[in-house]
């Protein structure tokens, strides 16, 4: 069944109190890269009966170029649209700061990530090669491909 943005509240966290990071480390398994990111970032979580289901964490250092560097849902709600709801949240979010682009990263093996960015609107614009090889201690394989490269997708606001 899909949910619908009436199912659950977008909330922003402060990142003061304890992180969820069980939920974060579903997206990107080095809790290392993490801290190095999360406590510059605009952080959104999606609340449902008062448990956090899903984040969407947006680094905003660069006001031309917010990146969406964490993007994971809980695995008992995926596949239920809440990944596109929050990306829309996000999107909707830049429009209102006026950001003219808006990035997101994912392994050349994600395959359906790669699906689901671009069938969000998002165009592949650059490759940042060997990524995941030179920034993570362990080899990553997904969906029998080896996790290399970084795939960078854009969307333009305006
Ligand atoms: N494999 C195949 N298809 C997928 C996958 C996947 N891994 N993920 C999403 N899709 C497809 C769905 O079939 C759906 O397509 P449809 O609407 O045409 O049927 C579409 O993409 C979106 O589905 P949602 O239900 O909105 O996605 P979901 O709520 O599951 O959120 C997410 C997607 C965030 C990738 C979630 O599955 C998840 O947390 N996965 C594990 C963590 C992860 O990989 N995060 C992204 C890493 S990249 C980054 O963080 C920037």
Redesign the pocket.
């Known amino acids: 069944m ?2 619908t943005a009436a199912d659950i509240v977008i909330e922003t966290l402060d990142t003061s109190g304890p992180l969820p990071m069980a ?1 974060l480390l ?3 398994p080095s809790e290392k890269m993490i801290q190095s990111y999360i406590y510059r970032s605009r952080i959104y979580v999606a609340v449902k009966a008062e448990q956090t289901i ?1 984040i ?2 947006v680094s905003t250092d660069d006001a031309d170029h917010w990146e ?8 008992a ?11 829309q949240h996000v999107i909707i979010e830049a429009s209102k700061h006026q950001v003219p682009h808006l990035l ?4 050349n093996s ?4 790669l ?3 671009q ?2 609107g998002f165009d592949i614009s650059s490759i940042r090669k060997n990524f995941f090889l030179e920034h993570y201690d362990t080899p990553l394989v997904e ?1 029998g491909i080896p996790c290399k490269h970084m795939i960078m997708l854009e969307m333009t606001l305006r």
Request: with cysteine; hydrophobic share 45%; charged share 15%.
């Open positions: 899909k949910l939920l579903l997206a990107d899903g969407c964490v969406i560097r964490n993007l994971a849902v809980e695995e709600f995926q596949g239920q649209g809440l990944g596109q709801l929050l990306l997101i990263g994912t392994a994600s395959v359906g990530q699906y689901l960015y069938k969000m969906n």
